[in-house]
């Protein structure tokens, strides 16, 4: 009986997977890597200043890939819930030695025999017991290094005397700075895998056979050796890369073929975001000394710029039992209400030091005004930065309600139109908020961002100067941003004030990089970020204005600052898998419905695949468009379509839907919007009208010709929330 009822099973389980192959076994497609950290090191000390967050987390994003921390020092092994998920372990310590380093290489033996894998920068980390001082023996370490597919012999010097170079493959090892008079170390690393790639070989001098592997990927990770990997400038902390970074992760996590969300691209088109901190909204301005700068922003800039803008206040500065007043109030008002503005909240008070409650004002039975004696009783570090302002007295819980929770209902209450909402919390100060902190945000149902300032220009001439995507203090989630501020680049606002017209080359090095190997790579969104306090001189103003016209005349998607941080949020989350036909399954993914795959001259099969929007290409990478539902199949082919697909749009489509004979969608118009699908009926006259959601109000009515190909093109000149009809002339 028994047997009868588990044949029945399998007989039912086989035509389940025949009449509805959707339930068909996918193999899921892990892309967390493990960061192992150790905070008895300098450089190390948190799960947001590390070797990895600061420099390696931003290249692994571009990869597709999510990082989470542990930390060695403090949180001992891994546990076997954290490791579920994970595709490799990155480590990058910059000393040989450790707490329990012999249950250390236990744990990450283990993890290899399980096919993760692991991928060592700078020091091995684990060869001496920082507790006992005793030396780990090298069977053990190489029983870590082994299943690498390399084996360690040790055999140390740091002689350059003594050291020969064998060989080095400049467009992996001499990134962002040359080999050349700093060949200063050497360890004997010899690979097993056959099939191990060497880019940097070392020997001893007058030693046969002492050749030594030191940047090296294999078929279940890689190793470049301390020096090798980067180098640090121990003067200002800079650090630039030796290894190709994006190069060297991809093979060593092997990645190369794997689809990669991305939250660079929307649609085909560059994402662009501005924000504005609410610092200095109530200075008044030089341009004519009588108007406040959050006029001149609002007059020269929000109402002269159709694009999305997210606009934040301090409510101290607005609210007139503080140092607002009524004219402020209704100015905090004409502003929240233009079209083109989000609402964002920059805090009550402004803390500068969200750990230790230091803010910008002083508020009777809140804060006092710092001095001498308080300043003494906090303890501070030698080379603290917020030495003036005040401290917030109260206790943390009222603390954190009053900066996030009431700033958030006043901007609701007093300020915000009726028919919007608070969307964004932009943190202040050093923008490193609590656990407990970011916890209020969500429940407040508002997303979060700042921290992050990326720059990569002549000043700072390097991939490291990019931020990641996301902060994580205690495994929650903060958004970073893409930019840095016009703060940044006038070094805390002094002269010269029209600096921030810089960020315009980071804006070009994030996308067509010069000043490194010139590899087109577009690794960050364009993001105008700034405070009010623009608006109080005129250099200023004018940098300020350059940026944003530089950002509209590229190819871009403008969306508002909020959209950015739920496509990062959906970065986070996503999942991947590949089922038995070798299609790739998309769930939980948000509004990052971007894929990008590199390399690859396939396009997607749009009868085969779900939940596909478009596709295009873009200096060899291909970029898919998912659609918003949340769940999307993906089937590659060397064919060519002949189904009709988006090619790209400059404005955020929804609720697509697309024949040869017709389409139509849904979207918020900017400045600009242009849009373009193919494998239309060629050479057919299209009518296009858009219609203004709820006042059923047209607003376009043309007609456009596909051409040749059934390639069809349009622009929507107007402004609003329309719903667009394309439909072929009789």
């Not at 470049?224 to 060297?248: H, K, Q």
């Not at 008044?284 to 700068?293: E, G, N």
Request: proline content about 4%; glycine content about 6%; overall charge negative.
């Amino acid at each position: 009986m028994i047997k009868l009822k588990n044949t029945s099973i399998c007989i039912l389980a086989f035509l389940g997977l025949v009449l509805f192959p959707s339930l068909a076994f996918s193999a899921p497609i892990n892309r967390t890597i493990l960061a192992i950290f150790d905070s008895s090191e300098d450089y190390n000390r948190r799960d947001d200043r590390n070797m990895i967050h600061d420099n390696a987390e931003m290249v692994l994003n571009y990869l597709g890939l999510r990082v989470i921390y542990h930390d060695i020092q403090e949180e001992g092994l891994p546990s076997a819930e954290k490791m579920k998920n994970v595709r490799g372990i990155l480590t990058w310590f910059l000393d040989e030695q450790m707490r329990n380093a012999q249950a250390y290489a236990q744990w990450a033996e283990e993890q290899l025999n399980q096919g993760k894998y692991y991928v060592a920068l700078g020091n091995l980390g684990f060869l001496k017991d920082s507790g006992t001082q005793d030396i780990t023996p090298l069977i053990k370490v190489n029983e870590v290094m082994n299943p690498i597919g390399l084996i360690y012999h040790g055999h140390r010097t740091d002689d350059p005397f003594e050291i020969e170079l064998v060989k080095k493959v400049p467009e992996m090892v001499e990134f962002e700075r040359t080999l050349d008079n700093e060949i200063g170390l050497y360890e004997l690393m010899r690979p097993l895998d056959p099939e191990a790639k060497t880019y940097l070989m070392l020997r001893k001098k007058n030693e046969p056979g002492s050749e030594s592997s030191v940047v090296v990927t294999t078929k279940q990770g890689g190793f470049a050796l301390r020096d090798y990997e980067a180098i640090i400038n121990y003067f200002d902390d800079g650090v630039r890369w030796r290894i190709n970074p994006f190069s060297f992760f991809s093979e060593a996590f092997h990645v190369q073929t794997m689809p990669k969300y991305d939250v660079t691209t929307l649609f085909g088109k560059r994402i662009f975001y501005s924000h504005i901190d609410g610092d200095g909204f109530r200075n008044i301005s030089d341009l004519d000394h009588k108007s406040y700068s959050g006029e001149i922003i609002y007059d020269q800039i929000i109402k002269t710029y159709n694009v999305p803008i997210t606009v934040s206040f301090i409510t101290a500065d607005v609210d007139p039992k503080y140092f607002g007043s009524d004219e402020l109030v209704d100015l905090a008002k004409k502003i929240l209400d233009a079209d083109n503005v989000e609402i964002g909240v920059h805090a009550f008070t402004h803390p500068l030091d969200w750990k230790r409650q230091v803010t910008v004002y002083a508020i009777n039975k809140y804060s006092k005004t710092l001095d001498e004696r308080l300043l003494n009783e906090m303890s501070l570090p030698a080379n603290y930065s917020y030495t003036s302002g005040a401290l917030i007295t109260v206790n943390k819980e009222e603390y954190l309600n009053a900066e996030i929770k009431k700033a958030v209902d006043f901007t609701n209450e007093t300020l915000a139109p009726k028919n919007k909402r608070v969307e964004l919390y932009q943190w202040s100060g050093n923008c490193e908020p609590s656990p407990e902190a970011i916890d209020l945000t969500r429940s407040l149902k508002v997303k979060n961002i700042n921290r992050g300032d990326s720059r990569f220009d002549r000043y700072l001439p390097s991939y490291t100067g990019v931020a990641a995507l996301t902060r994580q203090p205690e495994s929650r989630l903060q958004v970073q941003t893409s930019n840095s501020n016009e703060n940044i680049y006038t070094d805390g606002w002094e002269v010269p004030y029209d600096r921030y017209e810089q960020v315009i080359e980071t804006f070009q090095q994030t996308e067509y990089p010069t000043l490194v190997d010139g590899v087109p790579r577009r690794v960050a969104a364009i993001n105008v970020y700034y405070h009010f306090y623009s608006g109080e001189k005129v250099l200023a103003l004018e940098a300020l204005k350059k940026a944003y016209t530089f950002a509209l005349q590229q190819d871009i998607i403008p969306i508002f600052t909020s959209r950015y941080v739920k496509i990062v949020e959906g970065f986070v989350s996503g999942e991947m898998s590949q089922n038995e036909q070798g299609g790739y399954e998309f769930k939980e993914y948000g509004m990052c419905q971007t894929v990008r795959f590199d390399g690859t001259q396939q396009v997607p099969d749009m009868q085969k695949s779900k939940g596909i929007y478009g596709y295009s290409f873009w200096e060899g990478y291909l970029y898919v468009y998912l659609t918003e539902i949340g769940d999307a199949t993906l089937y590659l082919t060397s064919t060519s379509n002949k189904n009709p697909y988006m090619e790209y749009a400059s404005t955020i489509i929804k609720t697509l839907s697309i024949n040869k004979d017709s389409l139509a969608f849904t979207t918020q118009l900017w400045a600009g919007a242009r849009y373009q699908f193919a494998n239309m009926e060629p050479n057919t006259t299209y009518r296009i009208k858009a219609d203004t959601i709820g006042k059923n109000e047209t607003v376009v009515d043309e007609l456009a010709k596909t051409d040749s190909t059934g390639q069809l093109f349009f622009k929507l000149e107007a402004s609003g929330r329309v719903s667009v009809s394309v439909t072929k002339e009789a």
